[in-house]
């Protein structure tokens, strides 16, 4: 079984292969059953998911569950970590109609994936944003949030103004253009710490227990400790428009972007 990571940061060697931080094309993979819960609400546990749980500002899958003997499905409305598991939350409507798969089933996990899709592209465009801004004006990012084809970041960046949004814009999508590859990698925790992209990324959160550090890298441009899904070029992403910037005190400065294509 693969060393897998957490949403944010790795959280130790989980039972399922959680194929979503190592392959973020995958759209579906054959599993079995581990365990299901029935209260509060619906879930099941797979020994293997191409559902993306949530974290880094990046929402978890939806999709389906169809198990192999008779076809029948149940849809996924959300996936979560637990305790380094991912917990596949079925529709409670579905499950009214026939119960849950039991443990042993064997059944296909499948993605909603123009919507996963959309939001890989999105996530590397805040990347590409994240590494303009560090390298063209000196300023840290502090957080970030987004839906399928729009997101926010947050910086610490005093001189940003109206003024700079078309000169941001324009830089993002001439790195967009450029054909960046993005690479995922993983790190022994002592090396991530010696690289100086990677502190600027808030990773000094890191919690003490933790050995290994997944990065996120557009080559050439920006490196950061992430557990996201991302598009491997970034020509794949689009262009995008800046739709707003916002003031939140005198350092800290909200933009706001989107996708100029969000279906391609
Ligand atoms: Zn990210």
Excluded at 125 to 139: E, I, N, P, Q, S
Excluded at 233 to 256: A, F, L
Aim: proline residues 7%; negative net charge.
């Amino acid at each position: 079984m693969p060393r897998c990571t957490g949403p944010r940061y790795p959280s130790g060697v989980p039972r399922g292969q959680q194929l979503c931080y190592s392959d973020a094309y995958a759209r579906s993979t054959e599993a079995r059953v581990l365990a299901v819960e029935v209260e509060p609400a619906p879930a099941v546990l797979l020994d293997a998911t191409v559902f993306y749980p949530g974290g880094g500002g990046q929402p978890a899958d939806t999709g389906t569950i169809t198990r192999s003997g008779d076809g029948a499905t149940w849809r996924v409305r959300s996936a979560r970590k637990a305790e380094g598991e991912i917990l596949h939350d079925l529709e409670p409507g579905d499950v009214e109609g026939h119960s849950p798969p039991a443990v042993g089933a064997i059944v296909t996990a499948e993605i909603d994936w123009p919507r996963r899709h959309l939001l890989m592209r999105t996530h590397t465009a805040l990347h590409t944003l994240c590494g303009v801004v560090w390298r063209d004006y000196g300023a840290q990012v502090t957080g970030g949030n987004m839906e399928p084809g729009a997101g926010r970041m947050d910086f610490e960046f005093e001189r940003m103004s109206g003024e700079l949004v078309g000169e941001i814009e324009a830089s993002v999508n001439r790195e967009l253009a450029a054909e960046r590859e993005v690479r995922v990698g993983v790190l022994p925790r002592d090396d991530a710490f010696a690289i100086p992209d990677l502190i600027r990324t808030k990773i000094n959160l890191l919690p003490p227990g933790i050995t290994e550090v997944r990065t996120v890298e557009i080559v050439g441009l920006d490196l950061q400790a992430d557990g996201g899904t991302h598009v491997a070029n970034t020509s794949e992403v689009g262009r995008i428009h800046v739709t707003g910037y916002e003031s939140k005190g005198r350092i800290n400065k909200r933009i706001r972007i989107e996708l100029v294509d969000p279906v391609v």
